[in-house]
């Protein structure tokens, strides 16, 4: 049965009837929620993929709206988890599309469960950490990973796990850069973002359809009109600690004590715990309602203002204290609320 | 002597004090950056990027970045 929403999509001819089919029963994880995740996700859904699961650990923020095109004005307001707005946005576009938005910061620790039974990962996070940790997991599940990252007007892509004899991004990274430009540092306009997306989700659906494509890594700068596309087969590694015979998939390794995170350029400090802590927000409310301020809850979290910062606590036990770099004031403010 | 590449599809005066691949990342001030160079279609390994930028060479430079 071929439903006329897709119609346009089946007359072009690379897909047709049989690639759409392909397209239905695709799962599809979206590694964040933020702007590729936003842009990747709705082209996905508008196009029919059967289920999609959607990962992202932050709260919306205005500064987000003007390039993360599936939240509103009322999900600032609100103080959505972005994982949560986003499947009710997903949702009401296509009600077609099995849709699950999961509001956790993606570790070492949960991701091999996260993307377990998908069919792809779409690589839409702001950090190469966790671009390297996916890239271990989908390697070491045989899940092909569709790389993309952007800032300023500048975005790459590169899909990874497309054939056996291609690099993986641990071999394109000769070392990890002590620190990259992010989005919270230079900016970011919302075309790159766009069109760093298409070009992720276009790869994603040649794939998808069974379209003979050689995975080549990309780039656009839309300011400057630079570009660049490169075969990079030669560039795999045969001891490649990810993606050789002998893989020992290094950025899967857990760590156990609580951890921290400066994240990028925001001055806010994530602090969060190993699994097992857990919250009930709205208990957690009532507990701090006296000490704190302007204070906002709903069932994934609470937020509130505490000695001048202001503390976003998770239902999983994260917690994001702002106005700060240093995670000794960070732990101090969490010490001060949770005892 | 004037030389003009190809750089990342656009048409690019070397200037005279970029002699080689290095010093042509110091001057787009990507030199701590990670990055993957393409010299007329070959990629260049690190090693390799002392060799002299010579007229009409086509390079391409993709660098890592963070966001997304
Ligand atoms: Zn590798």
Redesign the pocket.
């Known amino acids: 049965m071929s439903s006329s929403k897709y119609s346009r999509q089946e007359l072009f001819a690379p897909i047709g009837e049989e690639g759409q089919k392909r397209i239905r029963e695709a799962k599809v994880f979206i590694l964040g929620a933020g702007a590729l995740g936003s842009s990747g996700a709705e082209m996905l859904v508008r196009a029919g993929v059967g289920q999609i699961t959607i990962v992202d650990r932050d709260i919306i923020e205005w500064t987000n709206l003007h390039r993360q095109q599936l939240y509103t004005e009322q999900d600032v307001v609100d103080q959505l988890p972005k994982a949560a707005a986003a499947e009710r946005r997903l949702k009401a576009i296509n009600s077609d599309v099995d849709i699950t938005g999961i509001v956790t910061d993606v570790t070492p620790q949960n991701i091999m469960e996260l993307i377990d039974g998908h069919d792809i990962v779409l690589d839409a996070t702001d950090n190469i950490e966790t671009r390297l940790i996916a890239n271990d997991a989908a390697?070491k599940l045989g899940i092909p990973f569709f790389m993309g990252a952007c800032v300023g007007s500048y975005g790459l892509t590169f899909p990874i796990g497309i054939q056996d004899d291609q690099?993986?991004?641990?071999?394109l990274l000769e070392a990890l850069p002590s620190q990259t430009m992010t989005c919270d540092t230079v900016g970011v306009i919302s075309p790159i973002v766009v069109t760093t997306a298409a070009r992720q989700a276009a790869d994603v659906l040649k794939y998808l359809t069974g379209a003979d494509f050689e995975p080549k890594l990309e780039s656009a700068d839309l300011w400057t009109g630079d570009r660049a596309s490169m075969n990079v087969a030669s560039m795999?590694?045969a001891g490649?600690p990810?993606?050789?015979e002998n893989a020992v998939y290094p950025f899967l390794s857990a760590r156990e004590s609580m951890r921290t995170a400066v994240l990028c350029g925001r001055e806010t400090v994530q602090l969060s715990w190993p699994e097992g802590r857990t919250f009930d927000p709205l208990a957690f409310a009532e507990s701090i309602h006296g000490t704190t301020t302007n204070l906002v809850k709903n069932e994934h979290l609470v937020a509130c203002e505490y000695k001048g910062h202001r503390v976003v606590l998770f239902r999983d036990g994260r917690m994001l204290i702002h106005g700060t770099k240093e995670v000794v004031t960070a732990k101090k403010i969490a010490a001060g609320l949770l005892g | 002597m004037e030389r003009v590449i190809e750089l990342n599809g656009n048409q690019y005066d070397v200037p005279v004090e970029v002699g080689n691949v290095q010093e042509l990342l110091g001057h787009l001030e990507l030199a701590d950056r990670i990055v993957i160079v393409e010299k007329n279609r070959n990629i260049l390994s690190k090693d390799a990027f002392d060799q002299p930028i010579k007229d009409r060479d086509q390079i391409e430079i993709i660098h890592f970045v963070g966001g997304g």
């Open positions: 390697l690099p993986c991004l641990h071999c795999k590694k490649c990810s993606c050789s």
